[in-house]
């Protein structure tokens, strides 16, 4: 009778345990937190392609609420959208532009929906599980907008200090990025987990600065290695 106890007892962990994981055919979405912490560098300011030494900026880390959805194919393999509310980054400068006078420069929202897929190690009875990604993100920018005091000191630039009235509107470039990620989930039962993951994504982009003058526009450029490493602490619910 013991001995029938025992195996009721065992065959009911292993049934509870098998309830935590993932597998096959599973959706799982999860909320949370991303904080972008970019690794960033920057050209020289170049007006009319002259570069104007000692100019250079940077990017300030961001947070922003996240969503991803995941997809099963396999107990170890799935496929992940990756969204959530664009972050707003704050430009700096540095050199002659690190002026507080002048700055944050401006500042623009960051659009990067991902794609991912995934292999989770382990299998599907595991309530710890780490795991592997590889995708591409697409990156673009909305809501771009220049300091005035900024528009001011490029005015005086461009006008060899004859004038600070010149105003002067941005653009930045859009892209493409590889996303390299790794993370781990814990489950807490046979819907809810916890999630926590680091990506990094190496992309650049370049900014194009076009002063109105009376006698045309005028074009100054810099290129922004951004490269941030991007963390996502999540609750998830599987479905």
């Known amino acids: 009778m013991k001995l029938k106890h025992l195996c009721l007892a065992v065959v009911t962990l292993f049934a509870t345990a098998g309830a935590y994981a993932q597998s096959a055919g599973d959706t799982v979405v999860n909320t949370g937190w991303f904080h972008i912490a970019p690794q960033d560098s920057s050209q020289p300011l170049s007006v009319s392609g002259a570069q104007i030494p000692n100019t250079g900026a940077s990017v300030d880390d961001a947070d922003t609420f996240g969503l991803t959805v995941t997809h099963f194919f396999t107990d170890n393999i799935a496929a992940e959208a990756v969204m959530g509310i664009p972050p707003k980054f704050h430009l700096s400068g540095q050199g002659i532009l690190a002026s507080p ?5 401006g500042d623009a929202r960051q659009w990067s929906p991902a794609l991912l ?3 989770y190690f382990g299998n599907a009875h595991s309530k710890l599980r780490p795991y592997l990604g590889l995708g591409v993100s697409y990156i673009w920018y909305s809501d771009i907008h220049l300091n005035p005091a900024f528009q001011q000191q490029v005015s005086g630039l461009i006008s ?7 105003p002067t509107s941005a653009k930045l470039s859009s892209s493409w990025s590889p996303v390299f990620n790794a993370g781990l989930t814990y489950n807490f039962d046979k819907h809810w987990s916890a999630g926590f993951s680091i990506s990094y994504l190496p992309f650049s982009t370049k900014a194009t600065l076009t002063t109105s003058t009376p006698a045309g526009p005028v074009t100054s450029t810099t290129k922004l290695k951004l490269d941030p490493f991007v963390t996502f602490l999540s609750i998830g619910y599987r479905f």
């Open 101 to 105: 006078a002048i700055n944050p420069l």
């Open 117 to 119: 897929l995934k292999y």
């Open 160 to 166: 060899r200090g004859t004038t600070t009235a010149l």
